[in-house]
């Protein structure tokens, strides 16, 4: 085998290594959200922990039904509190620097999120002073998760602030007074939008495989019926610049409208609607359609993926005016992590264009097997099941 042969090998296993990524699976991503507020002299911590996370770890559905019911959530509640102590530890002091008194942890209560059932837990902290400082340790879902975040949102002289913190975050300071700090806390905080942004397509399989197979033919022209090697890299270019910007365009706006509350519809319809757009951009590699005009394809769709997006930055709890800055942070981490995507599978296409069998096996075995996890995807999220454990 010489030189050129094993780079295009190379290549093509690569790309293999790309489409078969967790397939099988659409991964919702693990989010819990932290609310710290203080009144006076005292300090509460909500925490809002997913239902669908806890039963990974606690098997909650004890009659394994697939559904989760109140009193099966009720009956383990000092598992969930257990669990939510272990996981989140924080530590408030005044201004003063004296430690203040944590209280009982008040009833577990649920609530409704754009994406399931959360599991609330509230405690609060007493302080001979107003608080000043807190020290937050986090460590929920290290063993079991490790694409698991927490997403904390407190008040520093009047302005929110958000950070998303990873298991394993130990002592990290929560500057609650009017200036300390502040410039350090934000900086972090954006940071923290911009990575989660990242991290959210990173995860989110679904949305990486519809890059992934609208991309895959960029490097081929479609001639009687025929895929080709393409033979100059102008027009390729031009094809995968004109699906990514569509891409991002679409979603851009969606995930402002849906971040805004101007436009919210159903998460079970967004989700369902994300599977399809999968499926149809796999069967349009089986059987073109849209060949020159993916784009128009992409951007159909894209609008329905801000929709996936928003669901990241809907439950922080800040209000219109606060949400502009991680808006544009988190709306360009997506971009960050979307480019990445582009610049490992784009050039592995192009090297691997000319081997005979990449019309065959690259793009159709791999836009079959894509196909046939979107439908599995699809079915789930529109009828609320499960199928062979494949986690929608």
């Known amino acids: 085998m010489n030189a050129c042969s094993r780079r295009v090998l190379a290549a093509c296993l690569a790309l293999a290594g790309v489409m078969g990524v967790s397939v099988a699976e659409a991964h919702k991503a693990s989010d819990a959200y932290l609310q710290l507020r203080t009144d006076g002299t005292a300090a509460t911590l909500r925490i809002d922990i997913a239902l669908r996370d806890l039963d990974r770890d606690l098997v909650l559905d004890a009659d394994d039904d697939g559904l989760l019911r109140w009193g099966e959530v009720r009956s383990r509640a000092a598992d969930i509190e257990s669990l ?52 937050l340790s986090y460590g929920l879902f290290a063993t079991t998760d490790p694409t698991h975040r927490g997403v904390l949102v407190w008040r520093q002289g009047g302005a929110a602030k958000t950070a998303v913190v990873v298991p394993g975050t130990a002592g990290m300071t929560v500057a609650l ?48 019926g025929q895929w080709h090697p393409a033979d100059a890299w102008r027009p390729a270019l031009w094809s995968v610049l004109g699906v990514v910007t569509a891409f991002t365009v679409a979603h851009s706006i969606t995930l402002a409208l849906a971040v805004f509350d101007l436009v919210n519809p159903p998460s079970r319809w967004v989700e369902s609607l994300i ?118």
Not at 95 to 122: I, K, M, N, T, W
Not at 202 to 213: A, C, M, T
Not at 339 to 360: D, K, M, N
């Open 275 to 392: 599977a399809l757009s999968v499926l149809l951009a796999a069967l349009n590699n089986l059987r073109p359609v849209l060949v020159e005009t993916r784009w128009r394809l992409t951007f159909l769709f894209g609008l329905v993926h801000g929709f996936g997006f928003a669901n990241a930055l809907k439950d922080l709890g800040l209000a219109r005016s606060e949400l502009a800055a991680p808006l544009v942070l988190f709306n360009l981490g997506v971009e960050a992590g979307q480019l990445a995507i582009v610049a490992v599978l784009v050039p592995l296409a192009w090297a691997a264009r000319r081997w005979r069998g990449y019309p065959r096996w690259v793009l159709g075995a791999g836009s079959a097997i894509v196909a046939s996890s979107a439908i599995v995807w699809l079915v789930e999220r529109l009828f609320d099941v499960q199928i062979l454990g494949v986690g929608g």
């Open 84 to 135: 939510a102590d272990r996981g989140v530890r924080m530590e408030i002091r005044d201004a003063q620097g004296a430690a203040c008194r944590a209280g009982a942890p008040a009833p577990l209560q649920l609530e409704q999120h754009s994406d399931g059932r959360y599991a609330v837990l509230v405690r609060t902290w007493t302080c001979a002073h107003a608080p000043a400082i807190g020290t």
């Open 177 to 224: 007074g009017a200036q300390t700090g502040s410039e350090p806390a934000r900086t972090h905080s954006l940071a923290g939008i911009f990575r989660d942004g990242v991290h959210h397509i990173w995860i989110g399989i679904d949305h990486v495989l519809f890059l992934v197979v609208l991309l895959l033919p960029a490097v081929l022209r479609r001639e009687s």
